[in-house]
Each structure stands twice: as structure tokens, then as C-alpha cells.
């Protein structure tokens, strides 16, 4: 069973890029027909799906976060990277990677593995 563990700052400053960490074990990110992804949740809120690398390398966003994100990977590490520019108090959220065999990929609850989750908060 493939196990994943987000890193990343807890406290960011307005405007600043959040950048997050997600090490993979258990797995490689570059197995076949696998997506890893990044979701996260507002306070009293539900899951948002923000975006995913795929497998080989290609990546998709949500529209409503695409100007503002960027997913990468280092695949000697095996490790997946978000980074969030221009962030407000309203990215306050818990984020976490999760990945799944190839499918629906906008649906965070398709997900079937899941990072423990890390809490970011926007504020100066």
C-alpha cells in the first residue's frame, strides 16, 4: 500500500507562493496508469481538487486554481510538489496529496490513497 506524507510551512504570508511537498513510499509516482494529486479543505468547507501529475509526467488543474498553481515532481526522489502564488487568508485550508489509479481524476473522493494532511494558514 502506497503511503504519502505532505511537508510545507504551516503559517504563510498574504501574496507570498505556498509551496508543499508530497513524499511518496510504498510505490513509485512513476507507475503506470497512476495519478497524484493535491486537495485540500477550507475550514467548513469540503474537498477541493486542485489539480494532478500524472504517471508520465503531464499535469491538469482545476480551473478554478490553474493561473495560480503549479504541480512538479522530482522522480529521484520520488516526490510530487505544489506551489499556490498570490495566496489570501481565504487559501487557509488543510491540503493533501492522494493518489489513484488513472479514472476520474476531479473527484476527490475517487481518490483511494491519502496523505495524513497539513495545515496551512494565510496570514500576516
Known amino acids: 500500500q502506497v503511503q504519502l506524507q505532505e511537508t510545507g510551512p504551516g503559517l504563510v504570508k498574504p501574496s507570498q507562493t505556498l509551496s508543499l511537498t508530497c513524499t511518496v513510499s510504498?510505490?513509485?509516482?512513476?507507475?503506470?496508469?497512476?495519478?497524484w494529486a493535491w486537495i485540500r479543505q477550507p475550514p467548513g468547507k469540503g474537498l477541493e481538487w486542485m489539480g494532478v501529475?500524472?504517471?508520465?509526467?503531464?499535469?491538469f488543474y482545476s480551473p478554478s486554481f490553474k493561473s495560480r498553481t503549479s504541480i512538479s515532481r522530482d522522480t529521484s526522489k520520488n516526490q510530487f510538489t505544489l506551489q499556490l502564488s498570490s495566496v489570501t487568508p481565504e487559501d487557509t485550508a488543510v491540503y493533501y496529496c492522494?493518489?489513484?489509479?488513472?479514472?476520474?481524476?476531479?473527484?476527490?473522493?475517487?481518490?483511494?490513497?491519502w496523505g495524513q494532511g497539513t495545515q496551512v494558514t494565510v496570514s500576516s
Open positions: 492522494a493518489s489513484n489509479r488513472l479514472g476520474v481524476l476531479v473527484t476527490p473522493g475517487s481518490y483511494a490513497s
Open positions: 510504498g510505490g513509485s509516482i512513476t507507475t503506470s496508469n497512476y495519478a
Open positions: 501529475i500524472v504517471y508520465e509526467g503531464s499535469t
